[in-house]
């Protein structure tokens, strides 16, 4: 009987002693879960500040004095220099670019953080696109605009994404469209108020402007040697005089090579009789040929001197070409 009470005791006791250090141990199991548990979570946070900022150390934001409401101001008190100046095209050329640009749907997106306006992002490319050098690199445009130096980036992307889709809307010309009649009728109109009547008949112009790159190119790069010692593309534009709109272009061609060559490898050059009717014609400078639908100035002689008709005749056509 006490063999029996004893091992009684023992088991009772012992049973107790083990529950106690399981209860003790599955507390302790529940504190270091809810510890791993904690630490899981400030990891996803800080993951998620870290995805957000880009940066591991808190930093202080750059001064910046934006300089975008200046184009509104010039625009109120008509001072079109200034306007043209920075974004190089006027307020109403600019307003129409907005106009076609911005129901594109590179400008909309699904982010809590939304997109500066289009008349924005335009302004920004514009100014970077219409500049060379010092002012045109990524910092200071981003000072100009008051932004970082990412956002101009993406600004430049999508709106060229944009232009470069709206490219067969806008660069175009059709003598058989009506909107490209009027237009053309329009244009005839101001060269006769530069001119003459006679002279309506040329309602384009012609010229070239070279792109210059950033150094001598790896391959064939003395072939982007131009006549100004840069290295450079060389690009023909033919535009509308009276709102400089393009109707046909040509570019990335080498620097070294004469407008009249790069002339030769335009559209309206190969098929002129797709852009002019009779009695119509381009206005171009002496680099170019002379062409019965391409009319250039008179070239001086190195012998004798140039006739005053001819004078006359060239001062009347640079103000309807410049």
Not at 217 to 226: A, N
Request: net charge negative; with cysteine.
């Amino acid at each position: 009987m006490l063999s029996d009470s004893s091992l009684s005791d023992f088991t009772v006791d012992t049973l107790l002693s083990l529950l106690e250090t399981s209860e003790a141990s599955f507390i302790a199991g529940l504190t270091l879960s809810h510890q791993i548990l904690t630490f899981e979570n400030t990891i996803v946070a800080l993951t998620d500040e870290v995805e957000k900022s880009h940066y591991l150390a808190a930093r202080t934001k750059a001064p910046r004095a934006p300089q975008l409401q200046l184009l509104e101001e010039w625009c109120l008190n008509n001072d079109l220099k200034k306007f043209h100046c920075k974004l190089c095209v006027d307020p109403d050329v600019f307003t129409s670019l907005v106009r076609k640009l911005e129901n594109h749907p590179i400008f909309s997106n699904n982010s809590h953080n939304p997109q500066l306006p289009v008349s924005v992002q335009l302004a920004i490319f514009l100014n970077g696109v219409g500049h060379y050098g010092n002012g045109a690199t990524t910092e200071d445009v981003a000072e100009w605009a008051g932004v970082s130096i990412g956002t101009v980036y993406n600004c430049y992307r999508q709106v060229m994404i944009a232009l470069l889709q709206l490219h067969d809307d806008v660069i175009h010309f059709d003598p058989m469209e009506p909107e490209d009649q009027q237009e053309r009728d329009r244009v005839k109109q101001w060269v006769k108020s530069c001119s003459c009547p006679e002279w309506r008949g040329g309602f384009m112009c012609v010229n070239g402007s070279p792109f210059n790159l950033f150094q001598k190119p790896g391959w064939h790069g003395e072939g982007f040697y131009d006549r100004k010692s840069r290295y450079s593309l060389s690009a023909q534009v033919v535009i509308l005089p009276h709102n400089l709109r393009i109707v046909d272009y040509m570019i990335g061609v080498p620097g070294s090579l004469h407008n009249s060559n790069v002339f030769s490898r335009t559209r309206i050059y190969r098929h002129p009789e797709t852009f002019l009717g009779a009695d119509e014609w381009i206005w171009a400078d002496s680099a170019y040929p002379s062409l019965p639908w391409c009319i250039v100035p008179f070239k001086r002689s190195s012998t004798e001197p140039m006739p005053n008709a001819h004078k006359i005749f060239n001062q009347h056509l640079s103000k309807v070409r410049i």
